[in-house]
Nanobody
Framework: QVQLVESGGGSVQAGGSLRLSCVAS???????MGWFRQSPGKEREAVAP???????NSADSVKGRFTISKDAAQNTLYLQLNSLKPEDSAMYYCAARLSSRCSAVSGDFPYWGQGTQVTVS
């Protein structure tokens, strides 16, 4: 069974930075992974997926501020969050699917981490 464990969330002031990490277990090499976020009362939205070839496609709301990267050897996914805004406050989730082809639809991902909270004031 694939397991995903996130870390790195916290509370920061607007303009600050955070780095989220997601360690994957039992995930095939090259599988698609991604970051999603969800605020209270809102639907879960894709932040940035990364496919098995390293291609990414960040949401327009975070382009230029958030960077997704992956250490394939360590099977670890990262999300660098810079220039944070209050509207970035949300629970951030790491997700994975076995295919190397990616998607920005949360329903296409069968594996999810427990989430890590990001709060920007």
């Amino acid at each position: 069974q694939v397991q995903l464990v996130e870390s790195g969330g916290g509370s920061v002031q607007a303009g600050g930075s955070l780095r989220l990490s997601c360690v994957a277990s039992r995930l095939p090499y090259g599988a698609c992974m991604g970051w999603f976020r969800q605020s209270p009362g809102k639907e879960r939205e894709a932040v940035a997926p990364i496919d098995g070839y390293g291609n990414t496609n960040s949401a327009d709301s975070v382009k230029g501020r958030f960077t997704i990267s992956k250490d394939a050897a360590q099977n670890t996914l990262y999300l660098q969050l810079n220039s944070l805004k209050p509207e970035d406050s949300a629970m951030y989730y790491c997700a994975a699917r076995l295919s190397s082809r990616c998607s920005a639809v949360s329903g296409d991902f069968p594996y999810w981490g427990q989430g890590t909270q990001v709060t920007v004031s």
